[in-house]
């Protein structure tokens, strides 16, 4: 649905007080009536008639011959609301004027704003923020250009860039669309992490072009977020990207995702009385998440892993090789030699990971599974197999929906994986910080308050964060990473 806006302030929405539950769905109309006696009873008739529910009605304006109101209603989803307003265009006496929903609303003008550390309200603060003040502090970095961190934003900065090539589960949508969800992206990191990020789309699929754009902004930011670039382009990148930059450079949809998938599989096999060095893992999709998942699990020191795409089992090398190629493993992926199917894979596994597709398995695929199976059903919106078909057949489940147990989400990594990485001034973030990452965001929840719908903890979690970013700090030290050292070494904590 195409929104159409008229009079709507974009000051006026107050989306801390406004928004409710995302599964109810609001809109808000503006409508032009004749001044007639029932044309608002036909209106709201119209509207029961459609089963939706009137929240609020506001005057705009009045004159003799026509009234203008503003109408809040809630319905079941955009169709219903697209049928709401269908039949209202049909009313005579009635004129739709604009339409929107709280989504749109909240998106009104963008979701940032530029902000300063302090006002510049006399001759001499502005003579100390800008020239001639500010050129002592460009000479001092000049001759010495790690004072960067100290005297500038680069400290506390990350660029969060993508080329709109896989926004969400939409695909390839263009570098505009990409804008709301890179500014919300932006919003996490601030609001979660305390850092300083910044949305940039690029008008561009090329690589090399992205490597260099990239390369060229990068002295004013401390890291790099690669955020909604496709495969396999994206491996390309962020490799030239780690090889070439001193700062860190992470593909959240890789990594993010990755860190977040071990740290649940560690609860769960502590759930299920498993060692992870025995545990038999099958990985359906190789993507960019599905391969950055089967590094980081090998790296852990998993028992045994398996991994298909849609043509069926492609990665099915012995652990000692894969151990000692995990940097090359897009190397062991068989595409054009399936050796199997997945429901071959499946047999006699631990866990199932899928990052994949929705509505793959059934549930009598689970059966063949080990006992006390785990399953991480985790393609949005519509997982590879429900809960209702899967709880009957495994003992943990998790999906990457909130409306499900043990919701799979980013944002309980890379806040607290770029927070840490930024307090020591990190030049990467490298497998023991992510392997760091994912032990501390484990051990968040207690051993005793572990369950079979308890395997991560919320994302409001106010410890994810700071647990994360310590042990990441503590690991970009030991592993060489860090040019300063963490704070709590520091006495700053």
Known sequence: MIWRWLGFGKDSYQPEKDIGPYSNYRLAIRLELNQKP????????AIAKEGASIGAVDMISA????VVRDITLDTKNEEHGQRVLDRLEKLPDVKVLSASDRIFMLHLGGKLKMGSKFQISTRNTLSMAYTPGVGRVSQAIAKD???TYRFTSKSNSVAVITDGSAILGLGDLGPEAALPVMEGKVMLFQQFAGIDAWPICLNTRDPEQIIQTITNIAPGFGGINLEDISAPRCFEIERRLKATLDIPVMHDDQHGTAVVILSALLNALKVTNRELNQTKVVVNGLGAAGTACCQLLIAAGIGQLKGCDKKGLVLNEPMDVLRSTNDHLTNFIHYDQPTGTLQQALKGADVFIGLSSGNILRPKDLKPMAPEAIVFALANPDPEISPEDALGKCRIYA??????PNQSNNLLAFPGLFRGALDVQAKEINQAMKLAAAHALANVIPAQS????????????????PAIAKAVAIAAKETGMARRNPKHEEGLE
């Open 399 to 404: 999906s990457g929906r909130s409306d499900y």
């Open 450 to 465: 572990l369950n079979d719908e308890y395997i991560i903890p919320s994302v409001f979690d106010k410890n994810v964060v």
């Open 38 to 45: 029932g044309v608002f009873a036909k209106l709201t008739n």
């Open 145 to 147: 250009p790690s004072l």
């Open 63 to 66: 004159t003799k011959t026509k």
